[in-house]
């Protein structure tokens, strides 16, 4: 890569890190702030399904903005979003105003998020597009294993304290953005002239997509990480008495790996193997990883595979940005809004149906993750539209 790209994905990385470490940086105050206003676990599992289904609805239009608008202006109302998301948050007392915040959070994260990966595809050459959105991914991981470390330390000087940093925060990504970032959308690129849809029809649009397959196997791998995810912290705890701190350091841990993984390996792996080769290994390592998750007997093991399938959602995410990426043509913006839109219905889905299951049987989570990644891997074996690639 150039001097220039580098600087600009610095940029992008940056903003990426600020929007997903804001959100990260309310986790440890959590709790207490929710109990403070009478509120428990209905509540804290609200802000997150608002937040994706917020994230969900506004996507696909978010997408289109960005090739109509521009990339630069997209970013900076994203960023916008996420700091009066948390100024809104810091002013609240009630759970009414608290769920405001999430909606307005969720709707500055579908503006951001399509927006930075299309800016991405516009500075980068096909074969420098693993590489961008490997790097973007990390920032992203990067934020969520900082972030409530950064919350942590802050909620000492005051439990809102935390919100009122992360507020700031947003407002200088937005005046840093202004001053830094340039418009990447190139001049002849694909400019909707039509209204956006309904979120539903912009769905149904992208059926006949040719990127429809990678699109469907994000909101699988989503749907199986937020699954896994939302009862990791019960089933260690339940399975084998994992006390806090145990759930802290396999959460830190496993972001860690990803964030070295998607920085170091990832350009190599897709260089070396192929996007499609690389999609369908690890999503049968993925798949293996929730076999063991069923048969495993002691903690260390689980901490073992928690750590194989944190690696394998590490490399498949900026894997599958990329296809979609080099699948849209002059189409970034809608088609990042898409995998943007696919991936929050992973994220509100994969915790309820995993949550439903678990109170039945609290293995069938991970059963249930099993048979959707058996059956994604053989599906992305058997995609003919491969052939575009």
């Known amino acids: 890569m150039t001097k220039d790209q580098r600087k600009k994905l610095f940029v992008l990385m940056i903003n990426m890190f600020i929007a997903i470490g804001s959100f990260g940086i309310i986790i440890p105050i959590l709790p207490a702030y929710l109990k403070s206003i009478d509120q428990g676990g209905m509540a804290a599992g609200l802000m997150i399904a608002i937040f994706a289904g917020a994230q969900l609805v506004m996507s696909p239009i978010a997408g289109k903005w960005a090739d109509k608008y521009g990339r630069r202006i997209m970013i900076i109302a994203g960023l916008s979003g996420l700091a009066l998301s948390m100024f809104v948050f810091y002013f609240s007392d009630s759970v009414s105003v608290l769920y ?9 994260a579908a503006l951001l998020i399509p927006a930075i990966f299309a800016y991405v595809a516009d500075i980068t050459t096909m074969d420098q597009r693993a590489k961008g959105n490997s790097f973007i991914s990390a ?9 409530p470390g950064i919350g942590g330390f802050l909620a000492d000087f005051g439990l809102k304290v935390p919100l009122l940093i992360s507020a700031i925060v947003g407002v200088v990504a937005v005046i840093f953005s202004l001053l830094v970032l340039k418009e990447s959308k190139p001049e002849n690129s694909f400019d909707p002239e039509n209204k956006p849809e309904p979120m539903v029809k912009e769905i149904m649009q992208s059926v006949k997509k040719p990127y429809f397959i990678p699109l469907v196997i994000t909101l699988v791998m989503s749907f199986g990480l937020m699954a896994f995810e939302s009862v990791l912290g019960l089933f260690v705890d339940n399975e084998f008495g994992a006390s806090p701190q145990d759930i802290a350091w396999m959460v830190t841990a496993t972001g860690i790996v990803s964030v070295i993984v998607q920085l170091v390996a990832v350009d190599w792996v897709v260089r070396r193997f192929g996007e499609l080769n690389v999609l369908r290994i690890f999503l049968g390592v993925a798949a293996f990883g929730f076999f063991l998750s069923i048969v ?5 093991f689980f901490f073992v595979i928690t750590m194989i399938i944190f690696l394998s959602s590490s490399i ?19 088609a990042m809004g898409m995998n943007n839109a696919y991936m929050s219905i992973g994220n509100v889905l994969g ?28 599906g992305s074996i058997l995609w003919k539209g491969s052939r575009q690639i």
């Open 316 to 334: 498949l995410r900026p894997v599958l940005t990329t296809l979609i990426s080099k699948l849209a043509g002059k189409e970034q913006g809608f």
């Open 139 to 147: 920032s992203m991981s990067l934020g969520i294993v900082i972030g």
């Open 351 to 378: 915790p309820l149906l995993a949550g439903l299951l678990y109170d039945v049987h609290i293995i069938y989570p991970f059963v249930l993750g099993l048979i959707v990644l058996l059956l994604t891997t053989i």
């Open 100 to 108: 405001v915040s999430r909606v307005i959070g969720g709707v500055g």
């Open 296 to 300: 495993i007997s002691s903690y260390e």
